[in-house]
């Protein structure tokens, strides 16, 4: 990180955390944003649920919720992008304050509750964005919906032309009875749903399923089953945790999701018991946690065969993701591996 973009992340942590999001989107629009361009090399090059990625870190939802910075984004080092949450209908999320840093824990917590746009404002932004970058979607259910199964292929084939991949996204906290989309039966006929939408595109897209870190062995089970049955392209893991243990910080009792550094044991577990589990069957992108080259190393170490961070950003500014696809190339050099993919799992029974 340079002094400028220290001097930067000192003044908007001096704003509420909302409001210094948006200013951090402004900034971004301005062209103020490190913009070292594609960071690849031989050994960070890698094939994922048969897209093509330069490097394998890559830019978790929730940052740019309503696609408005797509092409700064995809100068600053990742290797891909997803953006979303987005709903079929716009919707103003939960009441503010709703977003809280905890600084003395290198975390924060969210209760937004799909705060977007809607999906005709995010299709047109898509429609422009750069063409040589990868970047996916997370699709969201209105939290009024009749219909949340619904909602996730509406979206999907709505915005799919723009798109080289999309998230179906069940297990968000801060949507009430969301997470219960987790369960076998409604997970299979939700995937079912989407999987057939994606299948009637003219141009199909791979399908990813994002999980929640707080789930029991059996529901990890139940998962693996019908990621399999289902035949979606990868599982992301995981999203936010309701766990608070450990925590310092004066916001620690605060609802909602909490991320970051704290969520990184937690996560990794999860993800290495879901790679015992899917034993290869689907690739597997680990997120929670990540704030350098050495976790997100581990993530990879633990069977992931990509990563995605987010939250670290609040604390080390978005230089992080040249940073880290940079020393992964070098962790990778030192032990031997010639490509990411010779490194997945390779460390997993370190996790289980």
């Not at 944003?33 to 090059?45: C, H, K, Q």
């Not at 992301?236 to 450990?246: E, F, V």
């Amino acid at each position: 990180m340079n002094l400028i973009e220290k001097l930067g992340l000192a003044a908007l942590h001096r704003l509420d955390p909302e409001t210094a999001h948006g200013m951090s989107i402004k900034a971004l629009k301005a062209g103020l944003a490190p913009a070292p361009g594609p960071v690849t090399s031989p050994r960070l090059r890698t094939r994922v649920a048969g897209l093509d990625l330069p490097n394998p870190v890559g830019l978790a939802a929730g940052f740019d919720k309503n696609g408005e910075v797509l092409t700064p984004l995809s100068r600053a080092g990742f290797g891909f992008i997803e953006v979303g949450a987005v709903t079929p209908r716009p919707q103003p999320g939960n009441p503010k304050p709703r977003l809280f840093r905890l600084t003395e824990d290198s975390a924060a917590i969210n209760r937004f509750g799909f705060n977007n746009e809607g999906m005709d404002v995010m299709a047109r932004r898509l429609a422009d964005r750069p063409k040589d970058a990868v970047i996916g979607l997370n699709l969201g259910a209105n939290k009024d919906s009749d219909d949340r199964p619904g909602d996730f292929a509406k979206v999907l084939a709505h915005c799919a032309a723009y798109l080289d991949f999309a998230t179906v996204n069940v297990s968000s906290p801060n949507t009430e009875k969301l997470r219960d989309l987790q369960g076998k039966a409604a997970l299979s006929a939700l995937l079912d749903g989407v999987t057939e939408t994606r299948d009637a595109l003219p141009r199909p897209l791979p399908i990813f399923l994002k999980i929640a870190p707080d789930l029991s062995e059996t529901e990890l089970e139940d998962i693996a089953a019908v990621a399999r049955e289902t035949k979606v392209d990868a599982v992301i893991a995981t999203n936010t945790t309701l766990s608070r243990d450990g925590l310092r910080s004066a916001h620690k009792d605060e609802a909602g999701g909490l991320s970051g550094a704290p969520l990184f044991e937690k996560s990794t577990r999860v993800l290495a018991q879901l790679s015992q589990l899917m034993d290869e069957d689907v690739p597997l992108i680990g997120v929670g946690g990540i704030s350098s080259a050495e976790q997100a190393y581990a993530k990879i170490c633990a069977g992931a065969s990509a990563v995605q961070f987010y939250t670290a950003m609040v604390y080390g500014g978005l230089s992080l993701a040249a940073e880290i696809a940079q020393g992964l190339d070098r962790l990778l050099a030192r032990d031997g591996f010639d490509t990411v993919t010779q490194a997945v799992g390779s460390k997993r029974e370190d996790w289980l």
